[in-house]
């Protein structure tokens, strides 16, 4: 039986030991991948414990994140991101505006009234000559690590992602666990390293002009597995249109599904919305603390033609025509830059 992580207002949040899944008896891994899909079709969001990333891994990753923002500023804009095919490279305070809204100029709009307080390093799978990464290896060896330890824990994020799939396959009913395999194994994914800077107090929330650290927004692909430091932020739409504290947990994986899954499932599976600000903790300097995360954004291989799961629809049939995922995503983006 899963634990719970987050239980408020209407919104349960399981904690699942991803363990149970992984290496678990028939019986076991079955029980897993009904609560881990559940919890996607409640909540859209669940928390994984045990779930095979050593927390020394995950603890270089975030040691070599907070190096690279720590870079000098003109460093960083030489490897800027460029355009939403690429979706490679840094991208400055305040350039993204992650919303619900669909529109560019409404986009735009909203940006201007209402910044995200945030920078990020965007990296994609490294066998793309068309879209090459970003890397900062030609500054430094520093530099050079960076690049291997960032390929390196991408790749491990990618198994996962395999793994996770395989849970929702049997959870959903499906005869073959490995139903997404083909979906997923080309690693069309976003490795996103977040860095939210210290700001004064009166920088963020309604004095600051309404400025928070990321704006309310689901995800736009299949699964997002969110590493978080222990600031926390993190806050999750309820049933009841509230947003409820996500509250870090040592060595466990917030693991939220996205609009395409959603799609992709014919809505049995939630994509639900979310967003950073921050936590309500006194400072006696006055100043909120930085603020670290790294998201890795799971998408299904961009060449491949998404359409309703088999047995997620009925007599009601699909709601939504089948769309090629690469475009899709390219189509979300443009918006969001």
Known sequence: MAETAVEE?????????????????????????????????????IYIKNHGIPPATIARAFQHSAAFFRRPQAQKDVLSWTTPR???????????????????????????????????????RDDKAEF??????????????FRDVMREFFDTCKELHVQVMR?????????????FDGYCDAGDNTLRLLHYPEVEK???????????????????????????DDRGGLQVLSPNG??????????????????????????????????????PVPTESGVHPARYSIAYFCN????????????TYGEGGKKYEGINSGEYLVQRLTATY
Do not use: C
């Open 86 to 124: 690429s979706n490679r490279g840094y991208v400055a305070h305040g350039r993204e505006k992650v919303s619900d809204l669909r529109d560019k100029a409404d986009v735009e709009a909203l940006r201007a009234a209402m910044p995200d307080l945030k920078e990020s390093m965007e990296i994609g």
């Open 202 to 228: 009166g920088a963020l929330g309604a004095k600051g002009g309404g400025s928070i650290r990321a704006g309310a927004h689901t995800d736009y692909g299949s699964i997002t597995l969110l590493f978080q």
């Open 9 to 45: 207002d209407n919104l349960l949040i399981p904690l699942i030991d991803f363990s149970a899944f992984l290496s678990g008896s028939s019986s076991s891994k079955r029980t897993a991948a009904h609560a881990l899909t559940t919890g996607f079709q409640r909540a859209g969001f």
């Open 300 to 311: 299904p291989n961009f060449d491949r033609f998404i359409d309703a799961i088999p047995g």
């Open 242 to 279: 509230n947003f409820v504290d996500a509250t870090p947990i040592a060595d466990t994986i917030v693991v939220n599904a996205g609009d395409l899954l959603a799609r992709w499932s014919n809505d049995s599976i939630k994509s639900t919305k979310h967003r950073v600000v921050e936590p």
């Open 132 to 145: 090459p990464n970003r890397w900062p290896d030609a500054f430094d060896e520093e530099g050079r690590v």
């Open 167 to 179: 849970a929702i396959a049997l959870g959903l009913g499906l005869e073959d666990e490995t139903f």
